[in-house]
């Protein structure tokens, strides 16, 4: 898998905007960046994932550059409950035995809402 | 629909000793995944199954872990004899194997202690 480097931790306070960085300088053109989080004492969750478009969905968007070379995760108003650690994963390109289909998990990053 | 079901949610046990965890994963989808969380890390990949046979167990400490998927639904990960660096929480994950559209959904995981 490609490598990503995202920070240790970051910081917010409640109601104001987060944005999560990502930097994966070794991306190939058939990557997708997938955002995952983990809430205390829960499995990971999906959040969002994109190519090359920047994606919308109903808990966060995800900005990514124009050389693909890093992503931002954008939650627009946080809350409490977004405290968890985030997880920034390039998969492999999905082959049709579907052997690769696997993600692996770095250290993330954890973010802590103030309120 | 339902989500991924673990049990037990906690296990203490000495070390040496045996312990098994089950998983039953999302009704119809046909890849699980085991994953170990030691503290303060990422998930790491244990072991990959789609249906009922195995696609990656490269990471599985062979001599003490077991894993199967009987049936290619329910799922159960065996330790023995075990260690004390065993001490994690275990994730079970399962997938529709039809690209990367949505991922993953894990479970709430087992915490196992190991004194």
């Known amino acids: 898998d490609a490598k990503t480097t995202q920070p240790n931790s970051m910081e917010s306070n409640e109601e104001e905007p987060v944005h999560l960085p990502c930097n994966h300088s070794?991306?190939?053109?058939?990557?997708?960046i997938h955002w995952y989080r983990q809430l205390p004492s829960q499995g990971p969750e999906y959040v969002i994932h994109?190519?090359?478009s920047n994606v919308n969905n109903r808990m966060a968007s995800l900005a990514i550059a124009e050389d693909r070379k890093s992503s931002t995760l954008i939650l627009h108003r946080a809350t409490l409950r977004d405290a968890a650690v985030y997880y920034c994963?390039?998969?492999?390109?999905?082959?049709?035995?579907?052997?690769?289909?696997?993600?692996?998990f770095g250290k993330g990053t954890l973010l802590t809402v103030n309120p | 629909e339902a989500g991924v079901a673990q049990s037990p949610r906690y296990k203490i046990i000495e070390k040496r000793q045996s312990v098994a965890f089950w998983c039953n994963p999302i009704?119809?989808?046909?890849?699980l995944y085991w994953y170990q969380q030691i503290l303060g890390q990422g998930p790491k990949l244990l072991i990959q199954?789609?249906?009922?046979?195995?696609?990656?167990d490269s990471q599985l400490p062979k001599d003490r872990f077991s894993a199967e998927r009987l049936k290619g639904v329910d799922s159960t990960l065996k330790i023995q004899p075990a260690k004390l660096e065993d001490s994690a929480v275990y994730l079970c994950?399962?997938?529709?194997?039809?690209?990367?559209?949505?991922?993953?959904?894990f479970g709430s995981g087992t915490r196992l202690t190991v004194v």
């Open positions: 070794t991306i190939s053109g058939t990557d997708y």
């Open positions: 994950a399962s997938s529709l194997l039809t690209g990367w559209n949505y991922g993953y959904t």
């Open positions: 199954f789609q249906n009922n046979g195995v696609v990656d």
């Open positions: 009704s119809g989808h046909a890849t």
């Open positions: 994963i390039l998969p492999p390109p999905f082959n049709s035995g579907g052997s690769n289909y696997k993600l692996t």
């Open positions: 994109g190519l090359t």
